[in-house]
């Protein structure tokens, strides 16, 4: 997926042929970032998220962000740009990444299993978890999770996570519907 900001295009990706340490990788990144879990996770990630930064046909950087656990994939909802940083999710985490070196501003955990998306809300995010759905502010702060009895996934393809101005829309695997203020309280 490629896209513009400012001067810059940000084309971001997966790239699972990529093997941490190995020298028969075809591609190369300047940074490569993963925390890894036990020894024995720290050459097999489950999520490999490739990021490049080319302004005028020349590429300026490259990143990859690595990380063990529920599975991730580069779409519409799993970045966002803000504030010259890249908001990215990979497995349970967030990466705020500067623009346009991609530095590591900060990677923090929001959710036990997956974040699926990061979504603008008033002057904060909202990260979209499998099992949890978070406030936090620029800074990766968190202001509140919400969790219900079941996962913010649907089987029958429905929406399960929605924003309406100042209330999010959830559904859960059983059906169940939730409706959250901006503060993360339940509304009725």
Not at 39 to 67: M, V, W
Not at 121 to 144: A, C, M, P, S, Y
Request: with cysteine; aromatic share 14%.
């Amino acid at each position: 997926m490629t896209l513009k900001y400012k001067t810059y295009f940000i084309n971001i990706f997966d790239d699972q042929t990529y093997s941490i340490n190995s020298a028969d990788n075809t591609s190369h990144y300047d940074k490569i970032y993963f925390g890894g879990g036990e020894n024995q996770d720290r050459f097999y990630p489950t999520s490999k998220h490739g990021i490049r930064i080319c302004e005028a046909d020349k590429e300026l950087t490259s990143a990859l962000i690595c990380e063990v656990g529920g599975a991730t994939t580069i779409h519409a909802k799993s970045f966002l740009i803000s504030d010259n940083a890249l908001f990215i999710c990979c497995c349970s985490k967030i990466y705020s990444l500067k623009l346009p070196d991609l530095s590591i501003h900060w990677s923090k955990a929001f959710d036990p299993a997956t974040c699926f998306g990061i979504y603008s809300f008033e002057n904060d995010f909202v990260i979209h978890g499998e099992l949890q759905i978070t406030r936090i502010d620029k800074d990766g702060n968190e202001k509140w999770n919400f969790g219900a009895s079941d996962i913010f996934v649907s089987p029958d393809g429905h929406d399960s996570f929605t924003i309406q101005g100042d209330k999010i829309f959830l559904r859960d695997w059983e059906g169940f519907k939730y409706t959250l203020d901006k503060n993360g309280s339940l509304v009725d």
